[in-house]
């Protein structure tokens, strides 16, 4: 079974512009989260999305922003990229049913800003 | 909101000994509590987990121990190698899964051989 999928792995983008970052979860999984991972902050949990629908949110402005599509895959996008926003972004997965399984990381995004 | 405090930050230990890191939450809604090692260029991979009905979980050299009461759990790795070099996490959730993590700062342990 393949495991979380990111793409693309690194990305360099300049201050200003925006990026779209992707997240395929395990196959049959429906919950997607989103984390930002930088040595100053450590994980921040962003959003975590199922079955389309944002169901939890954390502490991030408004240029952060999440979907999910009808076959779970998950895409994030930041809009007027600051150089802060420059981090390894995560996603992870879990399924939901027989009483669930645990998240499920994907390798991440590094995102460079310049 | 939930606040998980990790100690230490880096600890190095002789192979063959023990390694204990703790752990402390703020949020007595939280039940889930798991632990991740991240390796370098790697996304973090659980290696346990325990759940607040529980009180201690073992498997093979990695324990993890929890006391509600208290707000703190630990992980404990005996008889260290080489490859349980990494950064640990802990984190909290009022769910098992995926919803809403809540991740300690992290400690890099360093095997020494």
């Known amino acids: 079974k393949a495991g979380v999928t990111q793409t693309p792995r690194y990305l360099i983008k300049t201050r200003g512009q925006q990026v779209t970052l992707s997240c395929s979860p395990i196959?049959?999984?429906?919950?997607v989260s989103w984390y930002q991972q930088t040595p100053g902050q450590g994980l921040q949990f962003l959003f975590e999305?199922?079955?389309?629908?944002?169901?939890n949110k954390g502490n991030f402005p408004g240029r952060f922003s999440g979907r999910q599509f009808s076959n779970s895959r998950s895409e994030m996008n930041v809009s007027t990229l600051e150089l802060g926003d420059s981090a390894l972004y995560l996603c992870a997965s879990s399924g939901e049913g027989g009483g669930g399984t645990e998240a499920f990381f994907g390798q991440g995004t590094r995102l460079t800003v310049v | 909101g939930e606040n998980v405090e990790q100690h230490p930050s880096t600890l190095s230990v002789q192979e063959g000994d023990s390694a204990v890191i703790k752990c402390t939450y703020s949020?007595?809604?939280?039940?889930?509590f798991p632990w991740y090692k991240q390796e370098l260029g790697k996304g973090p991979q659980l290696i346990i987990d325990?759940?607040?009905?529980?009180g201690e979980k073992k498997d093979q050299r990695i324990a993890v121990t929890l006391n509600k009461t208290a707000k703190h759990f630990s992980l404990h790795i005996t008889e260290t190698q080489p490859e349980d070099s990494a950064v640990y996490f802990c984190a909290a959730s009022p769910n098992f899964g995926n919803e809403k993590l809540t991740f300690g700062t992290g400690t890099r342990l360093t095997i020494i051989p």
């Open positions: 196959s049959g999984h429906r919950s």
């Open positions: 949020d007595s809604a939280s039940n889930y």
């Open positions: 325990i759940r607040s009905n529980v």
């Open positions: 999305y199922f079955s389309e629908t944002q169901r």
